[in-house]
């Protein structure tokens, strides 16, 4: 316990010369799921490496993701992962000023294996460990394929575990304007894509079968969140399993293609027209979209469509950094570090769910 304090300690010191030090490399870890990432960012926006090792074909066989098989891969994979990380980045461990880690949210034990060993690496350089929520994780993700993009502005959050719309007036001053009440854009994508028979993952499925298909089919959703900025997915899941299932109970031919773009159409109309209207209700001209579902074809098409319309500037992430990766939790890092705020001792573990 005491060398845990004493740990701590030294770190607040060296944590401060931080934030007023010109160049800052932070390498970070990311094992929140299904992908173990380790990557090494210079100041926020200069990526140096950012390595993922996948699981998908993994996990496809059963799916969907199953916790323990993750972790277990986590584990296998995440020493060689900072290795290459390091040789890809020309730099020595001894280079490294910070070490970030995504803390929550997500799977625990996927958690735990990224979380134990940023601590390990962290107390052996006797560098500041810094504690990311996954969340601002994949926000930071736009402003390493945007360099010029600063705050204020609007995001749509859409991923696996997040359907959200934010206000971000800086780095860390974030109001949550409205969220899902129930399940979250891509879990609906996933639900319905297996309900199709699509493999997992089941949103670039979706995706792109919905491009051979046409949004004929009318899916009775209930409106009664249109006057608000939040949202619910479960009622459109629903509407196409009850479909699907009265198709298949008599007989009748599945035309999955329309059914996929059906979903597809229904689902994006919400997002974008919540996004844009929440840019206008705040006076802001900048909308960002952050998350696995930001990489949907069609969902940017519309925001790009809406935005020129409105005269909003639009800022989605390059497709490698849509999906989980670490150099996102990198240049989070570094904005936490200028902040002052997320330093972490060694009693840091990991919360399946965090604030947004």
Do not use: W
């Not at 040789?87 to 000023?97: F, P, R």
């Not at 052996?124 to 810094?130: A, R, Y």
């Not at 971000?168 to 009440?181: I, S």
């Not at 006076?283 to 098409?301: I, Q």
Request: charged share 20%; aromatic share 6%.
């Amino acid at each position: 316990m005491s060398d845990m304090k004493s740990y701590f300690e030294r770190m607040k010191d060296k944590f401060e010369k931080l934030r007023h030090q010109d160049d800052v490399i932070v390498l970070s870890i990311e094992s929140s799921c299904d992908e173990t990432s380790i990557a090494v960012v210079k100041n926020g926006r200069e990526v140096l490496s950012n390595i993922v090792a996948s699981q998908i074909e993994i996990h496809r066989r059963f799916g969907g993701v199953v916790p323990e098989v993750a972790s277990r891969n986590h584990i296998t994979a995440i020493s060689n992962i900072f290795e290459e990380a390091l040789v890809t980045a020309g730099l020595k461990k001894e280079d490294i000023d910070a070490v970030a880690v995504t803390y929550g949210a997500g799977l625990v034990g996927a958690l735990l294996v990224g979380v134990n060993f940023a601590k390990a690496l962290a107390y052996s350089l006797d560098i500041p460990l810094i504690a990311v929520s996954h969340v601002h994780g994949h926000i930071g993700a736009n402003y390493i394929s945007h360099l010029s993009l600063t705050p204020p502005f609007v995001c749509l959050m859409v991923s696996g575990g997040h359907s959200a719309i934010l206000r971000v007036d800086d780095y860390y001053d974030m109001t949550l304007l409205g969220t899902t009440v129930d399940d979250a854009v891509g879990e609906a994508f996933d639900k319905v894509a297996r309900v199709l028979g699509l493999s997992y993952p089941g949103g670039p499925e979706i995706d792109k079968l919905a491009k051979s298909g046409s949004p004929s089919v009318r899916f009775n959703v209930s409106s009664s969140l249109k006057n608000s900025l939040n949202f619910s997915f479960s009622g459109i899941k629903t509407a196409v399993v009850n479909y699907v299932h009265n198709k298949t109970q008599k007989g009748e031919e599945l035309n999955k293609a329309d059914i996929a773009s059906s979903f597809q159409e229904c689902v994006t109309d919400e997002l974008a027209s919540k996004a844009i209207r929440a840019c206008k209700e705040s006076g802001l001209n900048k909308l960002v979209v952050a998350g696995g579902v930001g990489a949907n074809s069609r969902l940017k098409e519309k925001l790009t469509e809406m935005c020129q319309k409105e005269e909003i500037e639009f800022y989605s992430p390059v497709l490698k950094y849509c999906t989980d990766n670490g150099a996102m939790i990198a240049t989070a890092g570094y904005y936490m570090i200028k902040k002052g705020i997320g330093l972490a001792d060694l009693s840091l573990s990991a919360k399946p769910n965090v604030d947004l």
